[in-house]
Structures are given as structure tokens and as C-alpha cells.
């Protein structure tokens, strides 16, 4: 069952014309149905009809046998009593045959040439149907001479009679049969109609309204359709729709939530480029004062504030759906990874030891800003990962490694943290849901996988891990 829809809230249900209406279109095809059949069962009982219709002729002559018998004793018929067997019997001409004997009972003076000779001993189920055909579309004022058994067989009668009446019969027998059939049909169609639209028809325009109430504010989940108690394919097909409703407005609400989100980073994104500016500047006059530790740190300070510049504007980029695309340098992949782990920190009290892992002379054709934010955002979820464990005895260890393959070359960063939750790799590179961390936004996942992806090649997470996390990424050799 589904919510009852409020007329103020619904428009009335947008209905096709009669005639394309599967209601129309079930009770034509019930019908037709029906009214086939009916034409195979005609076929063979209208031929059974004529048959039965010549064989009633042919036993009135069973009859007028009993005149000829009469005949033997030296009764002869009159011209008048002649007539009056002939009218009687609707006949032109009656006549009895006996083996080797055959004896005219009466005969018109004006009888006509015959048009065919029906004789019922040689006819078969086919013929028989033909002939019953030709004589229902073809009869008319033709004369046939009928030829057939009568009495027990051991005599045969023969009539010449007008096909007229035989074809009115026929007429009127067929006219019979078919409105018998159009009422069958027609019950039966009703019938049908009536089962279908009670267990099909009914919860399908039940859905169709269900559908356009939630197309109309798809983010409420009071709108969702309520799928009945059936188990049959109507109730999959509400239970899947249900479904399909509950995903699509969870998924809208949490477009809105992102869209709302997006808008906020927006504004807080432009007041922070504003302060790292200012920050900049004073970053810049430090630069210049003589004092040893500010000619130490400055440099560090200087570029950290430029990345998180650019990292404001990687938001707004992400914002609309796009990175840069990647200004490839030969970068000495080592001293990268270096920056990378010196920009990190970590509790005091907790210790991670940073690995740099990676072979002193792996040179790769790489986009140092971005895989600067690549390998930074890996090893930051690592660190953050390992600092969520406060047992004292864990070992503590990000490594950042790399490895030649046949066709390209590898980057690794692994830790020994608690790994990554079978939720969290449902949805692992996306934006917002697929964090790893609780309370974390996934956002660093799914710009590193933009940004691999924009070189060409693929990060995963791998299952070989034995402990921790171990976070691949393949660089093809056409780009590495």
C-alpha cells in the first residue's frame, strides 16, 4: 500500500486516451482471443452442421421407401400423390437404390439440371469441411443430387434437392455461433479485465501516483512509497521502488547538504585567501631580517603559506568539479617525499617515525604541486589514523616507498595503523562519504584520486596489507 495522496497536493493522474489504455488494450486481446478460438471450434461444427442437415433429408426418404414397398404390391403413387411426396419432402426427384436395383419414387416434370452430386459415403473431414465452405459463401438456387445410406444400410437413398435451404441454414447457424462466441468473449474478456485490473492494473496506476507525489518534492521521505504485503512481482516492483525513492532522496538531501556546504566553504574560502594574504606579507618582511632562526624557518614558512594558498584554491577548483591539469616537471621523487614528511606533524607525546622509503635516483614526469598534495593528503589520514591509537606499545610508522614495474612505476604509503573500515571502502575516494577517520570528510581521497587520475594512473587501496593501510599508485611509463 502507499500514502494516501492529498488532492491539494496532487494534480489529478494523467490518464493516456481510451484506446491506448492497457485496460482498452487487455480487454481487445482477451477477446480476440476468445473469438479465435471460437473460429477453430466453428470450422468443424459447421461441417458437422450440413451433414446433420443432409442426413435429416436423407432419412425422409427412409420414409417414402415404405410407398415403394406398397409399389411391390402393385400400388403405384398418382401424378398428384407424386407431388404432394415431392413437396412434402422439398425435393425434386427421391429415389431408392438396392444392389443392382434402382427405383424412382417421384420426379418433378420440371426438374432442372444438377449442379453437383453430394454423395455423404465418400466424404471425408476435409472435403467435408471444404464442401461446407463453398456451400456457405457459394450456395444458392443450384439443384444437388444427395446420395447417401438410409434405413440399416443396405439400401442408399437418392434427393435432388434446391441448395437454398441448406444455405439459409447454414446462414443462420453461423449467425448463431457468432453472437454466442461475441457473448463468451465478451464475459470472458470482462472477466479477465476485471482480475487483471484488480491484481495488475490497479496497483500499477497505485505506483504511477506514488511517482509523480514523490517527483514533485523528491527530497521527502514521507513520499516514499509504502510497499504492500504481496510477494508476487508487484510487490518486488514496489519494494524495489521503495527503495530506489529512499536512495534517490537520501542521495538529493545530501546534494543539498553538499550544495549548501560548497556555499559556506565558498565565503570562508575568500576571508582565509584574504588572511593567508596578509600572512604572506609579513611571511615576506621576515625574510628579510638578518636574524639567523628567522633566515632558517622563513624559507619553510613562506612556501607552507603559498601551498595553503593554492589549497584555497584547489577548494573552489574541486567546487566546480575540476583540477588543473597537471604541469609536468622531472621531479626527484625523494626530495618530494621529503618536503612531504617534514611538512607533517604528529601528538608530541606520541611520536610517528616518517620513512622516506623512496630509491635515491627514481626520477618521475610528475606534477610536484599536485603530487605534493597527493602524497601530503596520504600521509596526513596515515599520521591521523596511528594518533586515534593511544596504546603505548603500537608501533607508530608512516612509509613512503617506490618501486619500478614493467610498464611504469609505484608509489606506496602504508602505516600500522588500525587500517580502513569495510564502510569506509564501500565508498573510498568520495567526496564526503568516503572518509576514513571518523569525523573526517573524505575530501583529501577523492582529490588525490582526481589528480592521479589526471596523470594518467590508478590509486587503490590494496589488500595485501598484513597491518595498517597500504595506499598504491601506479604511474604508466608513458607518463612516469
Given at each position: 500500500?502507499?500514502?494516501?495522496?492529498?488532492?491539494?497536493?496532487?494534480?489529478?493522474?494523467?490518464?493516456?486516451?481510451?484506446?491506448?489504455?492497457?485496460?482498452?488494450?487487455?480487454?481487445?486481446?482477451?477477446?480476440?482471443?476468445?473469438?479465435?478460438?471460437?473460429?477453430?471450434?466453428?470450422?468443424?461444427?459447421?461441417?458437422?452442421?450440413?451433414?446433420?442437415?443432409?442426413?435429416?433429408?436423407?432419412?425422409?426418404?427412409?420414409?417414402?421407401?415404405?410407398?415403394?414397398?406398397?409399389?411391390?404390391?402393385?400400388?403405384?403413387?398418382?401424378?398428384?400423390?407424386?407431388?404432394?411426396?415431392?413437396?412434402?419432402?422439398?425435393?425434386?426427384?427421391?429415389?431408392?437404390?438396392?444392389?443392382?436395383?434402382?427405383?424412382?419414387?417421384?420426379?418433378?416434370?420440371?426438374?432442372?439440371?444438377?449442379?453437383?452430386?453430394?454423395?455423404?459415403?465418400?466424404?471425408?473431414?476435409?472435403?467435408?469441411?471444404?464442401?461446407?465452405?463453398?456451400?456457405?459463401?457459394?450456395?444458392?438456387?443450384?439443384?444437388?443430387?444427395?446420395?447417401?445410406?438410409?434405413?440399416?444400410?443396405?439400401?442408399?437413398?437418392?434427393?435432388?434437392?434446391?441448395?437454398?435451404?441448406?444455405?439459409?441454414?447454414?446462414?443462420?447457424?453461423?449467425?448463431?455461433?457468432?453472437?454466442?462466441?461475441?457473448?463468451?468473449?465478451?464475459?470472458?474478456?470482462?472477466?479477465?479485465?476485471?482480475?487483471l485490473n484488480y491484481s495488475l492494473l490497479r496497483p500499477?496506476?497505485?505506483?504511477?501516483?506514488?511517482?509523480?507525489?514523490?517527483?514533485?518534492?523528491?527530497?521527502?521521505?514521507?513520499?516514499?512509497?509504502?510497499?504492500?504485503?504481496?510477494?508476487?512481482?508487484?510487490?518486488?516492483?514496489?519494494?524495489?521502488?521503495?527503495?530506489?525513492?529512499?536512495?534517490?532522496?537520501?542521495?538529493?538531501?545530501?546534494?543539498?547538504?553538499?550544495?549548501?556546504?560548497?556555499?559556506?566553504?565558498?565565503?570562508?574560502?575568500?576571508?582565509?585567501?584574504?588572511?593567508?594574504?596578509?600572512?604572506?606579507?609579513?611571511?615576506?618582511?621576515?625574510?628579510?631580517?638578518?636574524?639567523?632562526?628567522?633566515?632558517?624557518?622563513?624559507?619553510?614558512?613562506?612556501?607552507?603559506?603559498?601551498?595553503?594558498?593554492?589549497?584555497?584554491?584547489?577548494?573552489?577548483?574541486?567546487?566546480?568539479?575540476?583540477?588543473?591539469?597537471?604541469?609536468?616537471?622531472?621531479?626527484?621523487?625523494?626530495?618530494?617525499?621529503?618536503?612531504?614528511?617534514?611538512?607533517?606533524?604528529?601528538a608530541p607525546e606520541r611520536p610517528v617515525d616518517l620513512?622516506?622509503?623512496?630509491?635515491?635516483?627514481?626520477?618521475?614526469?610528475?606534477?610536484?604541486?599536485?603530487?605534493?598534495?597527493?602524497?601530503?593528503?596520504?600521509?596526513?589520514?596515515?599520521?591521523?589514523?596511528?594518533?586515534?591509537?593511544?596504546?603505548?606499545?603500537?608501533?607508530?610508522?608512516?612509509?613512503?616507498?617506490?618501486?619500478?614495474?614493467?610498464?611504469?612505476?609505484?608509489?606506496?604509503?602504508?602505516?600500522?595503523?588500525?587500517?580502513?573500515?569495510?564502510?569506509?571502502?564501500?565508498?573510498?575516494?568520495?567526496?564526503?562519504?568516503?572518509?576514513?577517520?571518523?569525523?573526517?570528510?573524505?575530501?583529501?581521497?577523492?582529490?588525490?584520486?582526481?589528480?592521479?587520475?589526471?596523470?594518467?594512473?590508478?590509486?587503490?587501496?590494496?589488500?595485501?596489507?598484513?597491518?595498517?593501510?597500504?595506499?598504491?599508485?601506479?604511474?604508466?611509463?608513458?607518463?612516469?
Amino acid at each position: 500500500m502507499i500514502d494516501r495522496v492529498d488532492k491539494a497536493d496532487m494534480a489529478p493522474l494523467e490518464r493516456p486516451r481510451w484506446r491506448h489504455r492497457l485496460s482498452v488494450r487487455l480487454f481487445a486481446v482477451t477477446a480476440l482471443a476468445v473469438m479465435a478460438a471460437e473460429v477453430l471450434i466453428f470450422v468443424p461444427s459447421i461441417a458437422r452442421f450440413r451433414q446433420e442437415w443432409l442426413e435429416a433429408k436423407l432419412e425422409t426418404v427412409s420414409v417414402a421407401s415404405l410407398v415403394a414397398q406398397f409399389g411391390d404390391a402393385g400400388l403405384l403413387l398418382t401424378p398428384e400423390q407424386e407431388a404432394d411426396l415431392l413437396e412434402a419432402l422439398d425435393a425434386r426427384l427421391v429415389a431408392i437404390r438396392r444392389p443392382g436395383e434402382t427405383k424412382l419414387l417421384a420426379r418433378a416434370s420440371d426438374l432442372g439440371p444438377v449442379s453437383r452430386t453430394v454423395d455423404l459415403r465418400e466424404e471425408d473431414a476435409s472435403s467435408s469441411i471444404g464442401m461446407s465452405f463453398e456451400a456457405l459463401v457459394s450456395g444458392g438456387n443450384r439443384l444437388i443430387r444427395l446420395i447417401g445410406p438410409i434405413g440399416d444400410g443396405s439400401m442408399s437413398g437418392e434427393i435432388v434437392i434446391n441448395e437454398r435451404p441448406l444455405h439459409h441454414a447454414m446462414l443462420v447457424y453461423s449467425r448463431n455461433i457468432f453472437l454466442l462466441s461475441l457473448s463468451i468473449a465478451s464475459f470472458v474478456g470482462a472477466l479477465v479485465f476485471g482480475a487483471l485490473n484488480y491484481s495488475l492494473l490497479r496497483p500499477i496506476r497505485r505506483m504511477v501516483a506514488a511517482m509523480q507525489r514523490f517527483g514533485r518534492m523528491p527530497e521527502d521521505p514521507e513520499r516514499v512509497i509504502r510497499p504492500g504485503a504481496r510477494e508476487d512481482e508487484i510487490g518486488i516492483a514496489e519494494t524495489e521502488l521503495a527503495a530506489m525513492q529512499a536512495t534517490l532522496a537520501r542521495t538529493l538531501r545530501e546534494q543539498r547538504h553538499l550544495a549548501d556546504l560548497g556555499l559556506a566553504v565558498s565565503k570562508i574560502n575568500h576571508d582565509l585567501r584574504n588572511i593567508l594574504a596578509s600572512a604572506q606579507l609579513i611571511s615576506d618582511r621576515l625574510s628579510t631580517l638578518p636574524d639567523a632562526q628567522v633566515q632558517r624557518f622563513a624559507p619553510a614558512l613562506i612556501r607552507s603559506l603559498d601551498r595553503a594558498l593554492d589549497y584555497t584554491q584547489s577548494v573552489l577548483a574541486y567546487g566546480r568539479a575540476s583540477e588543473s591539469q597537471p604541469k609536468r616537471r622531472r621531479v626527484h621523487l625523494r626530495l618530494l617525499v621529503g618536503e612531504v614528511l617534514d611538512s607533517q606533524s604528529a601528538a608530541p607525546e606520541r611520536p610517528v617515525d616518517l620513512v622516506n622509503g623512496v630509491p635515491d635516483d627514481l626520477e618521475l614526469d610528475l606534477d610536484p604541486e599536485q603530487f605534493f598534495r597527493v602524497l601530503s593528503n596520504l600521509a596526513r589520514n596515515a599520521i591521523q589514523s596511528i594518533d586515534s591509537d593511544e596504546a603505548e606499545a603500537v608501533v607508530r610508522r608512516v612509509t613512503v616507498s617506490a618501486t619500478a614495474l614493467p610498464n611504469g612505476d609505484r608509489i606506496v604509503v602504508e602505516d600500522t595503523g588500525p587500517g580502513v573500515s569495510a564502510r569506509a571502502r564501500e565508498n573510498l575516494f568520495q567526496a564526503f562519504r568516503g572518509s576514513t577517520r571518523a569525523g573526517g570528510t573524505g575530501l583529501g581521497l577523492a582529490i588525490a584520486a582526481e589528480i592521479v587520475q589526471a596523470h594518467g594512473g590508478t590509486i587503490r587501496l590494496s589488500d595485501d596489507a598484513t597491518a595498517g593501510a597500504r595506499f598504491e599508485i601506479d604511474l604508466p611509463r608513458s607518463f612516469a
